[in-house]
């Protein structure tokens, strides 16, 4: 599986990876080994890590079936335990994903089945486009995910169940499902004190809570933006009254992006030992960063898109391309043993960098962040340029929505870039790291 580093831009070092179903067994029923391994460091209560063996380098396609080893301290299993724990707050996170899941299918048909009623064929059609080709595409990310990690039986009608259930219906249904089970699994063992299955429960919680985020982060990018950017722009050239269906979907379109990244950062620092949480404010400011550079983009492409929706399409696959390109030549990520599969992964990676850069190599990025935010920023300006100079009358003249929409579109973006700025320098884990290591050694 890939691994996608973390690296701020002012850092050059810090990577971690994508998921973390290539390091671990896929067989639950594996064994946990406890071998007594701890650094000094990690003998202060607060700073203790749980240690497992992660792939060699970056993008390495692990070997599946390997054993998942988790070393704590038999003297200091109760503070190591307090590190494993998952709070009710979680579980009912997870319970309300699955949720939300759900709804959000319920409004992407539903939006369909209205344009179908009302003639518009032409929206009808794109939004079934937006629904179906994401689907695909993660589907096709999953599987690739489950093959790694050897999740597929050798047998011949059991394979195909088993390939059927994880790779369409788990997937794009029930892709929270077995987290929750292993959220409940561990609680429980901790509420009766069997230490051996909260560990072994915890550690499987991460490991697919960390896939599940890796999954909706292209979920996200492929399913929820394109359809945020078709919903905006059907509503400022459609002159008839916005229908609760589209006010619900664009709100909860926007929050799922800025969470969406937001929990994949989280978790994917929850499955490494070399790396510390992030805490509540860091959450906090990571939501308020990704939802202003969200809702930025968004609106900025929304609006030429409800001026020359086919140039905006050109314009999209192109930007997708290169930068799909520039990744595949440039950082060569390892996501399939294939070289087409990697480079079709880097063509998907290409529409996702529309929205949001993700570095997917363990090397200096603060360029690469600079280049790719002062692109994005002259890109939001021209298109705040076209649409101002040939949005329709009807528009232009509720003055009082036009402008501050347009100033809404360009200064959020900014303002994201301010709240991730403060987020590298006083939250970031790296930062409470050091601190935290200047204390012991004074101490």
């Not at 937001?262 to 070399?274: E, G, K, M, N, P």
């Not at 140039?311 to 399939?336: E, N, Q």
């Not at 090397?363 to 280049?371: F, I, S």
């Not at 100079?389 to 347009?406: G, I, K, R, T």
Request: with cysteine; charged share 15%; aromatic share 14%.
């Amino acid at each position: 599986m890939i691994q996608i580093p973390s690296t701020p831009p002012p850092s050059n070092k810090e990577s971690y990876s994508a998921g973390t179903s290539n390091t671990i067994s896929s067989n639950s029923n594996d064994i946990i080994e406890t071998p007594t391994e701890l650094s000094s460091l990690q003998q202060c209560k607060h700073l203790m890590q749980q240690q497992y063996h992660l792939p060699p380098q970056l993008g390495a396609v692990a070997a599946p079936n390997h054993k998942w080893r988790m070393d704590i301290d038999p003297m200091d299993s109760a503070s190591g335990l307090t590190q494993c724990t998952i709070s009710y707050m979680e579980i009912c996170s997870t319970a309300l994903s699955i949720i939300m899941r759900a709804a959000t299918v319920c409004i992407n048909v539903k939006l369909a089945v209205d344009y179908q009623r009302q003639g518009r064929q032409d929206y009808f059609i794109w939004t079934v486009v937006c629904i179906v080709a994401p689907m695909i595409t993660t589907m096709l990310i999953h599987a690739n995910m489950c093959y790694q990690d050897g999740k597929f039986s050798n047998c011949g009608c059991g394979q195909i169940f088993q390939t059927v259930f994880l790779v369409i219906v788990s997937s794009f249904f029930f892709r929270y499902w077995k987290s929750f089970v292993y959220a409940i699994k561990c609680k429980k063992a901790q509420l009766v004190g069997d230490k051996q299955s909260q560990l072994k429960n915890y550690k499987l919680n991460i490991r697919e809570e960390s896939d599940v985020a890796f999954i909706r982060l292209f979920e996200c990018f492929l399913e929820a933006a394109p359809q945020k950017i078709l919903l905006i722009s059907i509503v400022l050239s459609y002159s008839d009254k916005m229908t609760n269906a589209q006010v619900i979907a664009i709100a909860s379109y926007f929050g799922s992006m800025a969470w969406c990244l937001s929990v994949y950062h989280r978790y994917a620092r929850y499955s490494q030992s070399d790396k510390y949480n992030i805490s509540a404010n860091g959450v906090v400011l990571q939501l308020c960063w990704h939802f202003c550079i969200s809702v930025s983009r968004t609106l900025c492409i929304s609006f030429v898109a409800s001026v020359f929706p086919l140039w905006t399409l050109i314009a999209c696959f192109g930007h997708a391309l290169v930068f799909g390109l520039a990744t595949f030549i440039m950082d060569r990520p390892k996501f399939s043993r294939s070289s087409l599969c990697n480079f079709l992964f880097c063509l998907v990676l290409g529409i996702v960098y529309i929205f949001t850069y993700i570095s997917v190599r363990d090397a200096p990025t603060r360029y690469k962040y600079l280049l790719y935010y002062v692109f994005c920023s002259m890109e939001n300006v021209i298109c705040i340029a076209i649409f101002t100079m040939n949005a329709s009358a009807d528009l232009v003249s509720v003055a009082y929505l036009f402008y501050p929409l347009c100033a809404v579109a360009l200064s959020f973006y900014y303002i994201g870039i301010v709240f991730m700025f403060i987020y590298y320098l006083y939250f970031h884990p790296r930062i409470t790291a050091r601190k935290s290591k200047r204390i012991i050694n004074n101490n």
